[in-house]
């Protein structure tokens, strides 16, 4: 199936028992990013045995054609008058670069607006909800509600994805004191990719 990742509109839904499928490119436009999923039968199965995996892609703009050279006329030569000395001012203040948040674990330490924009993200694909009640999430707190959303996401991509990627994502351990989220997971929620891993 092939949609658009925008507007979640369906533009190829097609079962074939071949190994490859071949689309019009004409139906695809320039710049739009397509969400294309794979859902791989067993023999004898049926669709509910199978399993999906979802990738995102774009066609590249034609490139546009080079101008040809110029032939560039030599400049006469001009008398080029020396330059009045003038104060070069002194180095300004150094400034540090801006570090990767989500370059170090995160734990219940973490500013609230950082742990927050994770929980935001998690809301959206479907591991937790903001919305109140008893089984929300605290909003801008690691909770234990928070931390079960993030184990329980790890657990699926480790199984959905891991043998793809050949690394799988290290897990939380809840019972430390003070459990804290690694880089490669919060890397992945927090991508600026388009992938999205929604829970099934």
């Not at 989500?102 to 937790?128: F, H």
């Not at 605290?138 to 234990?144: A, M």
């Not at 690394?167 to 490669?184: G, T, Y």
């Amino acid at each position: 199936m092939i949609r658009n990742a925008d507007t979640n509109a369906v533009l190829v839904d097609e079962t074939t028992a071949e190994t490859s499928n071949m689309i019009p490119e004409g139906s695809l436009a320039e710049g739009v990013v397509y969400r294309i999923d794979v859902t791989a039968i067993p023999i004898n199965g049926a669709e509910a045995d199978g399993r999906t995996a979802a990738k995102y892609f774009a066609l590249e703009p034609a490139p546009e054609p080079k101008p040809e050279p110029t032939e560039v006329p030599e400049p006469e030569p001009t008398e080029v008058p020396e330059p009045e000395p003038t104060e070069v001012p002194g180095p300004g203040p150094r400034t540090e670069p801006t570090p990767d948040i989500w370059a170090v674990p995160l734990d219940a330490s973490a500013d609230p607006l950082q742990i927050e924009q994770l929980q935001l993200v998690l809301e959206r694909w479907g591991w937790l909800t903001l919305a109140g009640g008893e089984f929300s999430a605290q909003r801008g707190v690691l909770d234990q509600v928070t931390l079960q959303a993030v184990l329980d996401f790890q657990l699926f991509v480790n199984e959905q994805y891991a043998g793809v990627s050949g690394r799988p994502l290290v897990l939380l351990d809840l019972a430390l004191e003070n459990p804290a989220i690694q880089p490669d997971t919060l890397k992945l929620i927090m991508n600026d990719q388009m992938v999205e891993i929604f829970k099934p």
